[in-house]
């Protein structure tokens, strides 16, 4: 049965056909054996056992006593990985080995973990985990200039039709190629004239782990992973700061003026035009001067009247 991260099965199955299948589909992940009550944690990397526990023990020795067990149940989770590595052998060497033991019933030897017969290497995670795989260039005429990789194909080479260009003449035009395969990234040579190399050996397709040194050509290059970019996120309307509501521009439309003669049957008529416009309607323009009140003028006609009768009469007078 699929689950949400790989295979489960509740009916019984015996470990090497469990073993067998997944390492044949070349699965990455973590099997939980199941059976007698006991349970049994074998972990997988591109179809290879790297780690196993179980009954108190690591690595070669746990799949032992596992193997050992009746048949049982399992499930499969992809998005589990192991943080250490205890298993060196391949798998088919560990089931030819367990079928020895069971034929000769030979007991399993009382390997404590982290006793010396146990080989316990630390294993470099290859998942990029919050970060973008990149390549830097630590020897060359560019040190210091990267390269992200982003897309699932990137191919480097001397041309320039690659993603990555490398102009010199010891690189082959279409020299490599890096290919995103879930959580890791592998780099494979595409039949290059002066071969590519992953930490001085030479390779056909390796796996790469961070702080592996890609060599190619001149140019040497050195797996990192960079700060993945956040991606933006419309907020919603909640989490929006009240915004003041804005008058529309027209709210209303004011009525025309209405011309000084008779009024029309409405106001319709001044907007469809069926009444034309005559001069008289239109108001008329402003002269500027202020025009003079009369009583004003006779006022001031009459003062200086009398100002000067009064003046008249006293000048005679003396």
Not at 113 to 118: K, L, R, S
Not at 141 to 156: A, N, P, Q, V
Not at 187 to 210: F, M
């Amino acid at each position: 049965m699929n689950g949400p991260y790989g295979v489960e099965s509740n009916g019984q199955m015996g470990l090497p056909e469990i073993i067998q299948m997944c390492c044949q589909a070349n699965r990455s992940g973590q099997i939980t054996y199941r059976a007698l009550e006991k349970a049994g944690i074998i972990f997988l990397q591109h179809g290879q056992i790297i780690h196993a526990t179980a009954d108190g023990f690591e690595g070669a020795e746990a799949v032992f006593r596992m193997l050992s067990w009746p048949v049982g149940a399992f499930n499969f989770d992809e998005a589990l990985l192991p943080n250490k590595r205890t298993v060196t052998q391949t798998w088919e060497q560990l089931l030819f080995e367990g079928a020895l033991r069971a034929d000769q019933g030979t007991p399993s030897a009382p390997i404590e973990v982290g006793g010396n017969n146990v080989a316990v290497a630390p294993v470099i995670m290859t998942r990029i985990q919050g970060g973008q795989p990149k390549l830097t260039v630590i020897e060359g005429d560019e040190i210091g200039r990267s390269f992200e990789l982003t897309e699932e194909y990137t191919h480097l080479g001397r041309v320039l039709n690659n993603e990555i260009t490398l102009a010199y003449p010891a690189i082959s035009s279409r020299h490599c190629m890096f290919i995103l395969s879930g959580s890791d990234v592998i780099v494979r040579d595409l039949n290059s004239s002066n071969g590519t190399y992953v930490n001085g050996a030479q390779i056909t397709e390796v796996i790469l782990q961070l702080g592996d040194q890609i060599q190619i050509g001149p140019v040497i290059l050195k797996f990192e992973s960079s700060v993945k970019r956040p991606k933006l996120r419309m907020p919603s309307p909640t989490e929006l700061e009240p915004v003041e509501e804005k008058i529309p521009f027209h709210k209303k439309t004011a009525p025309l003026p209405k011309p000084s003669g008779a009024p029309p049957a409405s106001d319709n008529t001044y907007l469809t035009g069926n009444r034309p416009i005559v001069y008289s309607d239109l108001q008329k323009p402003d002269s500027g001067q202020k025009k003079t009140n009369p009583l004003l003028v006779i006022l001031v006609v009459s003062m200086i009247l009398i100002i000067g009768g009064a003046g008249y009469v006293m000048f005679f007078m003396k």
